[in-house]
Every structure is written in structure tokens, then in C-alpha cells.
């Protein structure tokens, strides 16, 4: 299956019963996928939305009422969705936003891209909020990581970001679907009617700001927690590394095959793959750099995910960067060419 | 046995209101929910207030809302009927919300035959914000953003919500109503019950505009406000039904097997 569809299928699977979206390459293989099968799943809702902003505000309203959501687009689409993101974050609503990332800034191009990074780890709209944002790098993980997205969106109400990019999106690869967890959410937070009960409302706008405040400390608890427990990464071949690769999704594959092709030559380099990119997995990265000191942060971008990467290693590691952005997809050879010049650089 | 002709309420909060003295929001929020209880629909029904002067409107109505970023109620209302077809579902909208903001979830809710109800509040200014100039606002209408009045040459023409939305085919009922005077009054009261039946009864998009005074805004005392609408507003939005489909609708839903 296509990355598209992998990610459609996971979503229905995990219990997905409501799609908004509008068409935008590289993506439209996913909001065609939901078209053709939500509306055959029991419940399921698909809306083909006038507008990306329309489409990021049905699933707010489509989430309050207790249902599990998505919307998906490529990121000038994402740009749009931004208005509802930080609603759906204030309004503590679960939902899960696609982006399979292309070329930017602007409308960019088609290509696959990792120019998002900044917009989707710093909350991407306004106000202090964050979304946990799960960067899959495999067919695999994109089947596994959007169904345990919905858990994650659940567990804190909050929405949920998956970041691929148009590589991942096409690129076909087989999968298997692992059996999802049974949904756990509780029904006090849904919207449904008041019945002869307390009528409840679900509201972002706080006029006191002392009220306001204790909210946005609310919210910053609940990231902390989830910045403490929720972080997701992979080592690869580290154990003797002399220089560490630190990339994500489509770049970490091509790093992957660059360190097969450096290893062939002896050269003793690893990976260090963050999946969840928010929150950022610093603490294992920073104890990384106790016993390797040379780093290589590699992006499809002028250099995002590097900020990060200074700020997990404090200092304590030196950090070269290759980065190819707006639409421009290296070899793994063109990156083991780099990382070779800056090891041998280096006398390692 | 004394009968009792007039009492607060039942799905209206006890708070005072905010709006300013005159102001249209307090009586259209009465007549919603004296449409509510006298429907007996207050336990299934949902609201989706907007970003305006009724922002607050959660603060009245004693049924479950949920707020809406500026101009996004009809997609959001959109989505919460079609998770729950069974409830009766509303957006609470102003001019800016509706006629620009929002003007495409609004349009593209009615053009899906959306069961939903539109309850759009029409008072030619953004109210909240202190009297700018709003979609509707009239030729020559002095606002903060049009203070030598509004010029067609370079701020365009007052949107006429109901001509527009009567025109897609997926609106079912649309009629434009007035609360400056008690006929208005009761007239509103009618157009809003007569949108929620439609809903209730399955059969498509309906929407109330409401001219609606803001004394404040327009520098007007209340009374001179409801003439005002009389006077210049109604003439360029004049009162009236521009569509009922309800019996066709009707209709067609018997002799279509469900």
C-alpha cells in the first residue's frame, strides 16, 4: 500500500469515524482513500470540506461530539489548518492533522520536503500550546504510529500530528495492521445533548486572564507530563559510532543507507532517529553525547530539527549539518559523501 | 386559576445579560430559547456560537455549545449533525461572521443541505469590536473603518445574505426578520420556529437573518435604532420569506423510501 492509504486504513481501523479534507498533492491519495472507505465503515463520516480551515474546524466539532477524527493536507494546506490547531489545543479536543510536508515556503512545489518542522514542533498557530507531532520513517510506522496517534490525542486531549512528507506518502511498501486498543474517553468530555442534565460548553476564549493564565499553566502541566513520558526515537549501530547521524522520517532512511555504504569502508557511523519530534527526545540525545562527540544533523530543510539538536547537546558535542531543502531529495551516496568528508575532516 | 402568560425561559440561564441596553442579541437569545423550550428540544440540542458580540452566548443559553473560531459555525455545526443526526443543531452568527469571515462555511453549509439552523444576526457593524465596518453595513453608513460613510467605489455594496443563500439549491428555508418593533418581534419568533421544525423534521438548510439593533455602534438611543432599520435598512434588506421549500421538501422525503 502507498503511505497515503497505509495511514487512511490505520485511522479507520483505529476507529476513525469522521474525515475532513481537500485536496492538495502530495496527499489526495489519503482524503481519496477515506472517501471511498469511511463512508462504507458503520458511522463513518467523509466531508469533502470547501476550505482547509473548514475541513480542521468540522473535526473539532466532529471530535467534541466523542468521535475519533483526522483531516490531512501537505503543508501550505497546514498553514490554513493552523487556526483551527490552536483551537482544537485550547478547547483540549483529540484529533489527528496529517501533513505529508512538500517544498515551501510559499506554494513551493510537489516535492517531498522537510521544511515544516519549525511550524509543526512549536505549535505552528498562536498562543502557548504544542501538539505532539510522531514522525513515522517506514510504511510499518505509519500503520502503527497513526493508530497509537489516536491513543495519544485521546489520552490528552489534544491533537495530534502526524509529519511525513511526500516521499512517504507515495512510496509503497507492505504493512500489517496490529490490532487497535480499545478506545478509552471519557464520555463527561463529549458533547451531546444536554438531556435533562447540567448543560456543559466547550469554549478557548477566557476574558479573565487570571482564569486564562491557570488555563495556559493547565495546558503547560499537561505538556510537561507528556514531554517526560511520551518521546519516541531509534538508535542505529551507535554502540561503536564515532560519528552519529541525527535525522527523522524520509531523511533518516537515506541515512541509513549512507552509513551502510560508510560502514563497507570502515567508517563507524551511527544513527540517532527522533520519532516524536514534540516532544523532542533531548535527554537520550544529550547522554549520547557522554561517549560520542561528533554529530551530523541531516534535513531536507535549511536546518530546523538542528536547533533542537544544539539544544539536547548544551555544547558538549560537536554538530556539522547537511540540508537540502525546498523539494530536493539527496542519494544516500550524496549524504555518504558529506559524512565521509567530515569524518575523515576530523581524523576519526 | 391564574394562567401564566409570560416566565423566564427555561433553556435561558438566569445571568443578566451583557449586551448593551437595545441591543437585538438579548431578544434574538429569547426568542431562541422560547423556540427551544416550546419545542421540548432543550436536552438534544446543540449551539455554536460565534466570535462577536455573542461570543458569550454559552453564558445564556442553557444548552450544550461549543465556540467556534471567527466564521467557522457552519462547518462545525456541519460536522456535529452529521455525527448526530438525531439532535438539533444551531450556529448563532453576526454579519462579519457570516457574510465575510465566514462567508464560505456559511455558503458551502447551505449549498450541502446542511440540517442545520442559521440564526445570523444582521446589525451592519462589527459590534464587539467597536463599530467597524461589516459586510452589511449601508452606502454612505459612517463606522470606524468608513467614518465619511461607506463608498461603493471602494468598500462595495451591503451583502445581502438571503438573496444570495436563497439562490443554492440546498436551502430549504430562508427569511429575513426584524426585532425593531413587537410585530418584528413575534414575526422573529415565528421564522426562528418555523427553521428549527424544518430541522426536526429532516429537511434541510435553514437560516433566520434577523436585523438587529446595536444602539451603541450606530450612536442611536434604542428608539431611533429600531427606526433606523424601519427607515434605511429594511429598504436595502427588506423583510420577508425568499425561500420555502418546506412542503416540496416534505413531500419529496414521503415519496422517497428512507
Known amino acids: ?348 | 386559576m391564574a394562567k401564566t402568560v409570560f416566565k423566564h425561559p427555561e433553556s435561558l440561564k438566569e445571568a443578566v445579560f451583557h449586551y448593551c441596553p437595545g441591543c437585538g442579541h438579548s431578544i434574538a437569545h429569547r426568542l431562541v430559547s422560547e423556540v427551544i423550550d416550546e419545542m421540548g428540544i432543550r436536552g438534544i440540542t446543540i449551539g455554536v456560537p460565534p466570535a462577536g458580540c455573542a461570543v458569550l452566548a454559552y453564558n445564556y443559553f442553557d444548552v450544550d455549545m461549543i465556540e467556534a473560531p471567527h466564521g467557522r459555525g457552519p462547518a462545525m455545526a456541519s460536522a456535529i449533525k452529521r455525527c448526530l443526526p438525531d439532535r438539533v443543531v444551531f450556529s448563532y452568527q453576526g454579519d462579519g461572521d457570516l457574510a465575510a469571515i465566514g462567508i464560505a462555511e456559511s455558503f458551502h453549509a447551505a449549498n450541502r443541505g446542511e440540517n442545520i439552523t442559521v440564526i445570523f444576526i444582521n446589525n451592519a457593524v462589527y459590534g464587539m469590536t467597536g463599530g467597524q465596518m461589516a459586510p452589511t453595513t449601508m452606502l454612505n453608513q459612517r463606522t470606524t473603518t468608513s467614518p465619511t460613510g461607506r463608498k461603493k467605489e471602494l468598500d462595495g455594496y451591503p451583502v445581502k445574505v438571503c438573496e444570495i443563500f436563497s439562490q443554492l439549491r440546498g436551502a430549504t428555508y430562508v427569511e429575513r426578520c426584524s426585532v425593531s418593533s413587537p410585530a418584528g418581534v413575534n414575526k422573529t419568533k415565528k421564522a426562528i420556529k418555523k427553521a428549527f421544525q424544518c430541522q426536526v423534521d429532516g429537511l434541510g438548510f435553514s437560516l433566520v437573518e434577523v436585523l438587529s439593533p446595536c444602539p451603541t455602534n450606530w450612536k442611536m438611543t434604542p428608539i431611533d435604532s429600531c427606526k433606523w432599520i424601519d427607515e434605511v435598512m429594511a429598504k436595502e434588506f427588506p423583510p420577508g420569506v425568499f425561500k420555502d421549500e418546506i412542503a416540496e421538501m416534505k413531500k419529496s422525503a414521503e415519496a422517497a423510501p428512507c
Open chain 1, 1 to 348: 500500500m502507498s503511505g497515503n492509504n497505509v495511514i487512511g486504513e490505520a485511522a479507520i481501523r483505529a476507529g476513525c469515524r469522521f474525515y475532513a479534507g481537500y485536496p492538495i498533492t502530495p496527499q489526495n491519495e489519503l482524503t481519496e482513500y477515506m472517501a471511498e472507505h469511511m463512508r462504507t465503515v458503520e458511522g463513518g463520516v467523509f466531508l469533502q470540506s470547501e476550505s482547509e480551515i473548514a475541513a480542521i474546524n468540522m473535526i473539532a466539532g466532529a471530535s467534541a461530539t466523542g468521535v475519533r477524527v483526522m483531516t490531512s493536507s501537505s503543508s501550505p494546506g497546514i498553514s490554513l489548518k493552523q487556526e483551527g490547531i490552536s483551537s482544537m489545543a485550547a478547547c483540549e479536543l483529540p484529533g489527528i492533522i496529517v501533513n505529508i510536508m512538500r517544498g515551501g515556503p510559499g506554494l513551493g512545489n510537489i516535492r517531498p520536503s522537510q521544511g515544516d518542522y519549525f511550524q509543526a514542533t512549536r505549535g505552528g498557530g498562536h498562543g502557548d500550546y504544542r501538539t505532539i507531532v510522531i514522525a513515522p520513517a517506514t510504511g510499518q510506522e505509519l500503520a502503527d504510529l497513526t493508530m497509537d496517534a489516536f491513543d495519544l490525542a485521546d489520552k490528552y486531549r489534544m491533537p495530534v500530528m502526524i509529519l511525513a512528507d511526500g516521499m512517504m506518502g507515495q512510496m509503497m511498501e507492505p504493512v500489517i495492521f496490529k490490532k487497535p486498543n480499545p478506545r478509552q474517553y471519557p464520555e463527561k468530555f463529549m458533547l451531546r445533548g444536554a438531556g435533562t442534565g447540567k448543560s456543559k460548553f466547550i469554549h478557548g476564549l477566557i476574558l479573565d486572564p487570571i482564569d486564562s493564565e491557570a488555563h495556559n499553566w493547565k495546558l503547560a502541566r499537561k505538556y510537561q507530563v507528556i514531554a517526560e513520558n511520551e518521546t519516541l526515537f531509534e538508535e542505529h549501530r551507535v554502540d561503536d559510532a564515532e560519528l552519529v547521524i541525527v535525522a527523522y522520517g524520509t531523511s533518516a532512511r537515506i541515512a541509513k543507507g549512507a552509513i551502510k555504504r560508510l560502514r563497507s569502508h570502515g567508517m563507524k557511523i551511527g544513527l540517532f532517529r527522533p520519532i516524536t519530534l514534540w516532544p523532542f527526545p533531548e535527554l537520550k540525545l544529550r547522554a549520547l553525547s557522554a561517549k560520542i562527540k561528533n554529530f551530523l544533523v541531516f534535513e531536507m530543510s535549511t536546518g530546523q530539527m538542528l536547533e533542537d539538536v544544539r539544544l539536547a547537546l548544551q555544547g558538549y558535542a560537536n554538530i556539522e549539518f547537511h540540508g537540502r531543502p525546498g523539494g530536493a531529495v539527496p542519494t544516500p551516496s550524496e549524504l555518504a559523501n558529506v559524512v565521509a568528508r567530515v569524518y575523515n575532516k576530523k581524523d576519526l
